[in-house]
């Protein structure tokens, strides 16, 4: 799929403890709308810290940790696609 909910719809839920590289995160940025509208690709998971690159409309494409508060705040799920 090309969206973001859509790709949320496939593969295997897993728990943030289980997340491991190459997983995808899913998030609800937009807190006026009930549908995922965002997803990251896990590239590393160490102590607790979960790191994922993800595209952004103003910075393009960065790197980011799901201990920051916006993104914890705004996440739905983990899958495991393969």
Do not use: C
């Given at each position: 799929?090309?969206?973001?909910?859509?790709?949320?719809?496939?593969?295997?839920?897993?728990?943030?403890?289980?997340?491991?590289?190459?997983?995808?995160?899913?998030?609800?940025?937009?807190?006026?709308?009930?549908?995922?509208?965002?997803?990251?690709?896990v590239i590393s998971h160490k102590k607790g810290q979960i790191r994922f690159v993800h595209a952004t409309s103003s910075r393009g494409v960065i790197?980011?940790?799901?201990?920051?508060?916006?993104?914890?705040?705004?996440?739905?799920?983990?899958?495991?696609?393969?």
């Amino acid at each position: 799929p090309r969206v973001s909910r859509d790709m949320a719809k496939r593969g295997k839920e897993i728990s943030l403890s289980k997340v491991k590289k190459g997983d995808l995160l899913f998030f609800r940025t937009n807190k006026s709308r009930r549908n995922i509208n965002h997803v990251a690709l896990v590239i590393s998971h160490k102590k607790g810290q979960i790191r994922f690159v993800h595209a952004t409309s103003s910075r393009g494409v960065i790197v980011s940790s799901l201990s920051e508060k916006y993104w914890k705040n705004a996440f739905v799920k983990a899958t495991k696609i393969l």
